[in-house]
């Protein structure tokens, strides 16, 4: 089975551009999270979905950062305007609900440098 | 507010030794799930281990086992006989388990250096 698969793997981008970051989570799954990584702050988390509906989006940083989910199969991240401030890994992951344990399964990973 | 520590950022075991990551979390939920990931230096997230907070058994996987002691809110991970493919960043996560459904979070993580 295919796991999760986000797009771009890497991102150079100059500040002020809008950037748009893709995930396809496991089919099946119900949750969807979107976590940042920097050397900083470690793994934040931004914000996670539940069948398509946002529960939870108090990690997102400010309102340059939106998430959408339109459907089960599809969700972005999106950043406009891009920051300096704003380089990191980014990650999705899925799981699945009640009465499962909440396992996250991982994409590798969209790496995004703003120059 | 949830919340996981690892307060080692960094960590030495001889080859074949066990080790001992230290995480301790704070949570007012009743339902819970505690995880441990593995980060190698190439990125990915690899799920090693999963303690629900009502399982009286400690968990265990392999090399892996999580000493799970509920009243102190502690979760450390024990990898027996390490391997110099252990060398990773490991994190600690929480999954909470009420209304707010599966926010999970980590910790800051622990480096840990296997010497051959």
């Known amino acids: 089975d295919a796991g999760v698969i986000q797009s771009p793997r890497h991102e150079v981008t100059e500040m002020g551009q809008e950037v748009t970051l893709r995930c396809k989570p496991i089919s099946g799954h119900d949750y969807l999270f979107w976590y940042r990584q920097t050397m900083m702050r470690g793994l934040e988390l931004l914000i996670y979905?539940?069948?398509?509906?946002?529960?939870?989006d108090s990690g997102m940083p400010e309102d340059r950062f939106s998430a959408k989910m339109p459907n089960a199969s599809f969700s972005t991240l999106k950043i406009q305007p891009s920051e300096p401030r704003d380089s990191a890994v980014y990650f999705c992951?899925?799981?699945?609900?009640?009465?499962?344990?909440?396992?996250?399964?991982f994409g590798e990973g969209s790496r995004l440098t703003v120059l | 507010a949830q919340k996981i520590t690892q307060t080692q950022p960094g960590m030495f075991v001889q080859e074949k030794e066990a080790v001992t990551l230290d995480c301790t979390y704070d949570?007012?939920?009743?339902?819970?799930?505690l995880f441990w990931y593995k980060q190698p230096s190439s990125g990915e997230m690899i799920f090693l281990i999963y303690?629900?907070?009502?399982?009286?058994q400690n968990a265990t996987e392999g090399r892996y086992s999580l000493n799970f002691q509920k009243a102190r809110k502690s979760a450390n991970l024990v990898i027996s006989a390490s391997q110099l493919g252990d060398s990773a960043m490991y994190f600690c996560?929480?999954?909470?388990?009420?209304?707010?459904?599966?926010?999970?979070?980590f910790g800051a993580g622990t480096r840990l250096f296997v010497k051959a």
């Open positions: 303690q629900g907070s009502y399982d009286e």
């Open positions: 949570t007012s939920d009743q339902s819970y799930g």
């Open positions: 992951a899925s799981s699945r609900g009640r009465p499962n344990t909440g396992e996250l399964f």
């Open positions: 979905f539940n069948n398509n509906v946002p529960i939870d």
């Open positions: 996560a929480m999954r909470e388990g009420g209304a707010g459904g599966f926010k999970t979070i």
